[in-house]
C-alpha cells in the first residue's frame, strides 16, 4: 500500500503539493506514481523562471521503462527546482515526499489550493484505477 | 482474456507486479528492475518464460523442410543437441519471427518461437508444411524457467533432478539435451552464460522454489528487455517486423547463403536486395548526453540522411543510454537523435554493449 500524507494536497495526475505557507508551494510525485513508475533514470527539470498554467507539462521523469510527463498541480512561476535529482534520480524512488520534490511554484491564484484533492479523495481516486 | 502461465501464483507469491506482456499475465519485475539487471549480470537471475511457444517438428522430412522454413541452415546442426538461431521469412524476404532451434535427433527438432507472434507462427509453419512428411506439436505442457548469470549454472546444477544433473553439467555453449520430460539448453537472451530449462508444468512451481532457495533471485521481463539490450540481441517487432529483411536488421550473419541451391522462402528477395545492395543498417548508439533513447526517435545524421530508433532504455551497466537504430548504410562515428524537439548527439557503435558482465 502506497503512502499518502494527510498534510499535502494531491492531482489526479499523481502529482502532490506541499503549501508552503509564503505563495509557494512543493510538488513531487506520490509514491503510487513512483511505484507505477519503477526505477526512476532521468528527471528534465524546467528553468528556474518558467511561467505555465495548471495542468501543463512542466517536467518529465523518465524510468527504465517508460517516460512520463508531470503536470502543474496550480499555475504559476517555478522558483526553484530540485538540481540534485539530475545525478541522482532514484531519490525519488527512495523518499518521494521529502528529498525526492521536483520544483517549487510562486502561485499565480493562492485559491487554485483549494480545487486539490486532499488524501482522503486521492485515495479513493487511486483505489478506482 | 489473459492467459496466465504455471508460474503465475509464485509470480504473485514472490511479489512480482503483474502487467500484460502480449495476452499474458506477466511480472515485470519484483521490486527493482535495476536490482534484478545487476544481479543477473553479477550472480544468478531466473525468468519464467512459459508463455514462449515450444514447438516439436517430427518425421522424415523435418531436415528438409526446416532448409525450407528458416533463412539459416539446420545442415549447420551436425551434433546431437546443437542450437541455431533463425529468422523465418516471408516471400518478400520480410521477418515473420526470430527463433531458436535444437537438433534432438534426425527426425526430430524443438523450436521456440516467440509469444507474441505464436498464432500466425503455427499457421505459417503449418501452411508451408504442406507435402512434408512432419508433424508439428505446440508443447503447452511445457514450463520454461531461464536461469542467467555467472552463477547461474551452478546454482542450477543443486537443484535440477538427479538423471538431468549430469547431461546439464557437460553441455557446452548453445547446446541442448533432452533428459526424460524435462530439457536444459544452454541458451539465453541476456549475454550472460546459463541455462534455459523446459519441464513438465508439473514440476514448474516446486523447482522455482528450488532455485529461490539456492539463491537464484526471481526476474521480471523489464530486466529481460534491458539484459537482451545490452546483450545486442535483436527484439522482434521493435528491431525487426515482416517489413524489414534481416539484411536491414543486423541479422545478414544468420542467413545461410550456401548451398546456393538451398531454396529457403525468401531467399529470391533477399538476393535481389543483395544485388542491388541495401541501403540502411543496424547500428548501437550510445547517447553522450543526458536522457533516455527509446523506440521510433527520429535520428540525424549529419550530410547522410535520416533514420529512427528501434529500442532503446537505460542500461544499468553503463549507466548511460543505449538504443538500437536503423540508419542509412553510409552512417560514420556520430548522429544525433531527437528526443522531445532537442538533438541529443550519440556514438554509433556495434550493436554490442555487454558481454559476460563487462562493457564491450
Redesign the interface.
Known amino acids: 500500500m502506497s503512502e499518502i500524507p494527510s498534510e499535502l494536497r494531491y492531482t489526479k495526475s499523481h502529482e502532490w503539493v506541499r503549501n508552503e505557507d509564503d505563495g509557494t508551494v512543493t510538488v513531487g510525485i506520490t509514491d503510487h506514481a513512483q511505484e507505477l513508475l519503477?526505477?526512476l533514470?532521468?528527471v528534465?527539470l524546467p528553468e528556474v523562471g518558467t511561467e505555465m498554467a495548471a495542468e501543463d507539462a512542466v517536467c518529465?521523469v523518465?524510468s527504465?521503462?517508460a517516460?512520463s510527463d508531470v503536470y502543474m498541480p496550480v499555475s504559476g512561476e517555478v522558483v526553484v527546482v530540485n538540481s540534485d535529482l539530475?545525478d541522482a534520480p532514484e531519490t525519488i524512488n527512495d523518499s518521494p515526499y521529502d528529498d525526492g520534490w521536483l520544483i517549487k511554484i510562486k502561485l499565480s491564484n493562492p485559491d487554485e489550493i483549494n480545487d486539490l484533492m486532499d488524501a482522503d479523495s486521492y485515495e479513493a481516486e487511486i483505489e478506482e484505477d | 482474456m489473459s492467459k496466465k502461465t504455471v508460474l503465475y501464483d509464485k509470480h504473485v507469491e514472490y511479489g512480482g507486479k503483474i502487467v500484460d506482456f502480449a495476452g499474458w499475465q506477466m511480472p515485470v519485475n519484483y521490486g527493482s528492475q535495476i536490482e534484478e539487471h545487476h544481479q543477473v549480470r553479477t550472480d544468478a537471475g531466473m525468468f519464467d518464460v512459459s508463455h514462449m511457444t515450444v514447438i516439436d517438428l517430427t518425421g522424415e522430412d523435418v531436415k528438409p523442410f526446416l532448409q525450407k522454413l528458416l533463412a539459416n541452415d539446420v545442415a549447420r546442426l551436425k551434433a546431437q543437441g546443437k542450437a541455431l538461431y533463425s529468422c523465418m521469412l516471408n516471400q518478400d524476404g520480410g521477418v515473420i519471427d526470430d527463433l531458436i532451434v535444437y537438433y534432438l535427433e534426425d527426425i526430430w527438432y524443438r523450436m521456440v518461437v516467440n509469444a507474441a507472434t505464436r498464432d500466425k507462427d503455427l499457421a505459417w509453419i503449418d501452411q508451408q508444411s504442406s507435402g512434408f512428411d512432419v508433424e508439428i506439436k505446440e508443447r503447452s505442457d511445457l514450463a520454461m524457467i531461464a536461469v542467467q548469470g555467472p552463477r547461474a549454472r551452478q546454482k542450477a546444477i543443486e537443484v535440477l533432478p538427479v538423471d538431468v544433473v549430469e547431461a546439464a553439467s557437460e553441455l557446452d555453449r548453445f547446446y541442448g539435451s533432452q533428459c526424460g520430460e524435462w530439457f536444459v539448453g544452454r541458451t539465453g537472451y541476456t549475454g550472460e552464460d546459463g541455462f534455459e530449462i523446459m519441464l513438465p508444468d508439473s514440476e514448474a512451481p516446486s523447482f522455482w522454489d528450488g532455485l529461490a532457495e539456492a539463491g537464484v533471485k526471481p526476474c521480471g521481463l523489464g530486466a529481460r528487455d534491458t539484459l537482451r539490450l545490452e546483450a545486442g540481441m535483436n527484439l522482434y517487432g521493435a528491431d525487426m517486423t515482416e517489413s524489414t529483411s534481416p539484411l536491414i536488421s543486423g541479422l545478414g550473419w544468420t542467413v545461410a547463403w550456401e548451398p546456393e541451391d538451398r531454396d529457403f522462402i525468401g531467399r529470391a528477395a533477399l538476393e535481389r536486395q543483395r544485388e542491388k545492395g541495401v541501403a540502411q543498417k543496424l547500428v548501437g548508439l550510445v547517447l553522450e548526453e543526458k536522457g533516455i533513447l527509446r523506440g521510433h526517435q527520429r535520428v540525424v545524421v549529419d550530410g547522410v540522411g535520416e533514420g529512427e530508433t528501434t529500442s532503446g532504455t537505460f542500461s544499468p551497466t553503463l549507466k548511460q543510454s543505449i538504443a538500437f537504430a536503423r540508419v542509412p548504410k553510409q552512417t560514420g562515428s556520430h548522429c544525433q537523435v531527437e528526443i522531445r524537439g532537442k538533438l541529443l548527439s550519440a556514438r554509433v557503435v556495434k550493436p554490442v554493449f555487454v558481454r559476460d558482465g563487462k562493457a564491450v
Do not use: N
Open positions: 519503477g526505477d533514470v532521468y528534465e518529465v523518465e527504465v521503462k517516460a539530475a
